[in-house]
T-cell receptor, first 109, second 115 residues
């Protein structure tokens, strides 16, 4: 069983819509969760971190964490073509960061 | 201007050759990491270091070696023992790997190709 799972996509949404990206993890004791954005050919860029249950908002981005369901999501409101990228979910297990394979998002003008 | 630098951006290796990838950070971070990324896969940890002169193997350390002689620098050597080294190599750093609240920040990466 993979430690961090994401739907590989591609996920396609029209410009202005809400994009919803999902991630599940296998270790119940995980405490820290991160979303990275990776443009094609570039390195990952940290866009959100979340540590407690509930929602955390930062601009157009909202991270949602549900530890009971072992589920973390990222919502992107008012999606723009510049949001087209691969989004990596990362989870810390015993001080080691584990990454999902990423979900490729395409925002169509 | 703080950040993480990696060089070279592109590297070509011949069969049987060792090559060294550079990683430098001026963020005053204690911990540094090397990851490998293959198409369609997540990042896999090669080595990490929490303090100078100490480092630990990650999930896929075979065929790689590292050193941490200075806090700012964490070079990775890809040896001839690594049979499939073609990949995108990413260096990262974090303030302190000893806590669960451990945001990692990445350098721009080195793309290694075996000829």
């Amino acid at each position: 069983q993979k430690e961090v799972e994401q739907n590989s996509g591609p996920l396609s949404v029209p410009e202005g819509a809400i994009a919803s990206l999902n991630c599940t993890y296998s270790d119940r004791v995980s405490q820290s969760f991160f979303w990275y954005r990776q443009y094609s050919g570039k390195s990952p860029e940290l866009i959100m971190s979340i540590y407690s249950n509930g929602d955390k908002e930062d601009g157009r981005f909202t991270a949602q964490l549900n530890k009971a369901s072992q589920y973390v999501s990222l919502l992107i409101r008012d999606s723009q073509p510049s949001d087209s990228a691969t989004y990596l979910c990362a989870v810390i297990y015993n001080n080691d960061m584990r990454f999902g394979a990423g979900t490729r998002l395409t925002v169509k003008p | 201007d703080g950040g993480i630098t990696q060089s070279p951006k592109y590297l070509f290796r011949k069969e049987g050759q060792n090559v060294t990838l550079s990683c430098e950070q001026n963020l005053n971070h204690d911990a540094m990491y090397w990851y490998r990324q293959d198409p369609g896969q997540g990042l896999r940890l090669i080595y990490y270091s929490q303090i100078v002169n100490d480092f630990q193997k990650g999930d896929i350390a075979e065929g790689y070696s590292v050193s941490r002689e200075k806090k700012e620098s964490f070079p990775l050597t890809v040896t001839s023992a690594q049979k499939n080294p073609t990949a995108f190599y990413l260096c990262a750093s974090s303030q302190d790997s000893g806590t669960a609240y451990n945001e990692q920040f990445f350098g721009p990466g080195t793309r290694l190709t075996v000829l």
